[in-house]
Each structure stands twice: as C-alpha cells, then as structure tokens.
C-alpha cells in the first residue's frame, strides 16, 4: 500500500518536472503519516507537519487585519 501511493506520487512529481521543464524540484509533504514517505520520495523531500494549520493561521490574521483597518475607517 505504501509503495503504491508513493509511486504514484514519483509519477506526480515527474510530470510536474517535465511540465515545468525542470529537474529535483522541492516537495512538500503534510499530513499524519507523510513523514514515514521522507526516506522513500528522495531528498528534495520535505516535512511540514502543520503546513496546514500556519496557512489557515495566516489567512485568518489576515483577513482580522483588514476587518480591523474597514472598522478605523467607519
């Protein structure tokens, strides 16, 4: 099963390659399990364990400082 999913993720990250015409492009890996698949996709592989959490962080704080600004101008 592990083998299969990361395969299918080398095809992924080929076709980008070939599509961007470039070579070792970084990956980004998140979720629960990701990790374990480090060792297996490569050394352009990396970890980001709440990759998710700080870019919903980030919108939110956001989108309160625009809330914030339209409130001090009425």
């Given at each position: ?11 992924l990250i080929g076709r980008f ?58």
């Amino acid at each position: 099963l592990v083998f299969g999913h990361v395969s299918a993720l080398k095809g992924l990250i080929g076709r980008f390659e070939d599509e961007m015409d470039k070579k070792d492009l970084p990956v980004v890996v998140t979720g629960d399990e990701a990790e374990m698949l480090l060792p297996l996709l490569g050394e352009n592989t990396l970890f980001a364990d709440r990759l998710s959490h700080v870019g919903l962080y980030r919108i939110a704080a956001f989108n309160q400082a625009k809330i914030e600004k339209a409130r001090k101008r009425g």
